[in-house]
């Protein structure tokens, strides 16, 4: 079965540093992999997808994810970011049947 | 366009009891699914609907949870009885036809077995 393990739990970083919340996924064939972010007491959103095409993909809030699949891995990064971006990350990879299987979660704590 | 929308938002129940979620997707929207989202935990699948028919129930606890979507609209899923361990937020999702299709997240219900 497809999986991803997202390999730090927590992240704590000061506001305007750059951040990369790092994902692994099992190899496959072909693989959909996505980015979602779950804001205290609120449920998840769809931050950023790949698909195919180009394996670097943006977000609308100034997120990015690459594709490297020499490396199986779906890192997600941003340049600079904000306290209101302090919030838990999934990694996910959608399964045979369409279903998605999560990682374990990483929780960004931005602090001025 | 509204979102997927669940209730309760939270439930406190003591164990043996049982209990009922309910999920109403966006509209036109053919796949359903719910997850458990245990506390420190990503969310794993129970259950997935194609329209009104089950397409992956493999990870469901069928000696204990039960789910349904009649007439391939809403749906509801029920715990009886609830143990401790079944403390989690229960989330539905949907998505238009599966595939490639983004899954749009509901708020979750919060479950708390005393």
């Known amino acids: 079965a497809q999986s991803v393990t997202q390999l730090d739990s927590q992240v704590p970083v000061f506001e305007e540093a750059p951040v990369e919340l790092r994902c692994n996924y099992s190899s496959s064939v072909s693989v959909y992999l996505f980015w979602y972010v779950q804001y205290p007491n609120q449920g998840l959103q769809l931050l950023l997808k790949?698909?195919?095409?180009?394996?670097l993909v943006e977000s609308i809030n100034g997120f990015e994810a690459e594709f490297n699949k020499s490396q199986t891995s779906f890192h997600l990064r941003k340049p600079s970011v904000h306290i209101s971006d302090t919030a838990e990350y999934f990694c996910?990879?959608?399964?045979?049947?369409?279903?998605?299987?999560f990682g374990k979660g990483t929780s960004l704590l931005v602090t001025p | 366009e509204a979102g997927v929308a669940q209730s309760p938002r939270y439930k406190i129940i003591e164990k043996r009891q049982s209990v009922a979620f309910w999920c109403n997707p966006i509209?036109?929207?053919?796949?359903l699914y719910w997850y458990q989202q245990i506390l420190g935990q990503g969310p794993k699948l129970l259950i997935q609907f194609q329209n009104n028919g089950v397409v992956d129930d493999s990870q469901l606890p069928k000696d204990r949870f039960s789910a349904e979507r009649l007439k391939g609209v809403d749906s509801t899923l029920k715990i009886q009885p609830a143990k401790l361990e079944d403390s989690a937020v229960y989330l539905c999702?949907?998505?238009?036809?599966?595939?490639?299709?983004?899954?749009?997240f509901g708020p979750g219900t919060r479950l708390t077995v005393l």
């Open positions: 999702a949907s998505s238009f036809q599966g595939a490639i299709d983004t899954q749009y």
């Open positions: 996910a990879v959608r399964n045979s049947g369409y279903a998605l299987n």
């Open positions: 509209s036109g929207h053919a796949t």
């Open positions: 790949y698909l195919s095409g180009s394996t």
